[in-house]
C-alpha cells in the first residue's frame, strides 16, 4: 500500500491566490513526521515545513501552513499569496517511526503553475 | 549555504562503463545518508541507506552488485554505478540527516548512451 498518496498531479493558481495540495498518509507508528518538499526545474529538493505527530499546532512558515488533521491522516499545504517563483512540482513526505535515520517516503507529487 | 554537495551534477557515459557519484556532507559529520533515484517527473524512490563503516542496506528491487555504495567517511558516500545501461539513465540525489532534519544534495543527472 501507498504511505503517501497525493492525488493531484497538476495544479493551477493565479498569483495572489492561496492554494491547497493534497496529501493522504498511511502508517501505524504513534510517532512520525511529515514534511513537504519543494523541487524546481534545477532538480533540487528545497525543504519547506515540518510537521510532527506529537504537534498540537498546525506547522507555519511564512507563506507555508500545513494542515494537519491526525484523524483523517491528512497533511494538505496551503501556499499563501501565490508567486510566480513557486511554479515547481510538490512533494509531501512522511519519516515513520520513533528512530530519526529511518529515510523520507515520498508521494508522486503534484506540479503547480502559477499564472500571472 | 548548501549542507549537501554531490559530484557530479551532470554526466554522459557510454553503455558498460561505470560512473562514481560522490555524496558528501558539508560542515558536519553524517553516520547515515540516503541514495534516491528519480526518474523523469516522477518520485523519489530511496535506492539504500549508506552508513559510514558497514555495509549499506539496499530497498527491494534494488541490485546491490549494480549499485555500489561506499561510505567510507563521515562525510562523504560514493554510489557507483557498475556497466551502466540506457536504462540507468535517471536523476540520482544523495540526502544526509542532521537533526531532525532531511537534506538533500542538487543531484546527478546520469545518461547512458
Known amino acids: 500500500a501507498q504511505k503517501i498518496t497525493q492525488t493531484q498531479p497538476g495544479m493551477f493558481v493565479q498569483e495572489k491566490e492561496a492554494v491547497t495540495l493534497d496529501c493522504t498518509y498511511d502508517?501505524?507508528?504513534?510517532?512520525?513526521?511529515l514534511f513537504w518538499y519543494k523541487q524546481p526545474s534545477s532538480g533540487e529538493m528545497i525543504f519547506l515545513i515540518y510537521q510532527g505527530s506529537y504537534d498540537e499546532q498546525n506547522a507555519t512558515e511564512g507563506r507555508y501552513s500545513l494542515n494537519f488533521q491526525k484523524a483523517r491522516k491528512s497533511a494538505n499545504l496551503v501556499i499563501s499569496a501565490s508567486q510566480l517563483g513557486d511554479s515547481a512540482m510538490y512533494f509531501c513526505?512522511?519519516?515513520?517511526?520513533?528512530?530519526?535515520?529511518?529515510?523520507?517516503?515520498f508521494g508522486k507529487g503534484t506540479r503547480l503553475s502559477v499564472i500571472a | 549555504g548548501a549542507v549537501v554537495s554531490q559530484h557530479p551534477s551532470r554526466v554522459i557515459c557510454k553503455s558498460g562503463t561505470s560512473v562514481k557519484i560522490e555524496c558528501r556532507s558539508l560542515d558536519f559529520q553524517a553516520t547515515t545518508m540516503f541514495w534516491y533515484r528519480q526518474f523523469p517527473k516522477k518520485s523519489l524512490m530511496l535506492m539504500a541507506t549508506?552508513?559510514?563503516?558497514?555495509?549499506?542496506?539496499?530497498e527491494q528491487g534494488v541490485e546491490k552488485d549494480k549499485f555500489l555504495i561506499n561510505h567510507a567517511s563521515l562525510t562523504l558516500s560514493t554510489l557507483t554505478v557498475t556497466s551502466a545501461h540506457p536504462e540507468d539513465s535517471s536523476f540520482y540525489i544523495c540526502?544526509?540527516?542532521?537533526?531532525?532534519?532531511?537534506?538533500f544534495g542538487p543531484g546527478t543527472r546520469l545518461t547512458v548512451l
Open positions: 513526505a512522511m519519516r515513520e517511526g520513533y528512530l530519526r535515520n529511518t529515510p523520507l517516503v
Open positions: 502508517t501505524s507508528d504513534q510517532s512520525y513526521g
Open positions: 549508506s552508513n559510514e563503516g558497514s555495509k549499506a542496506t539496499y
Open positions: 540526502s544526509v540527516l542532521r537533526r531532525n532534519e532531511q537534506f
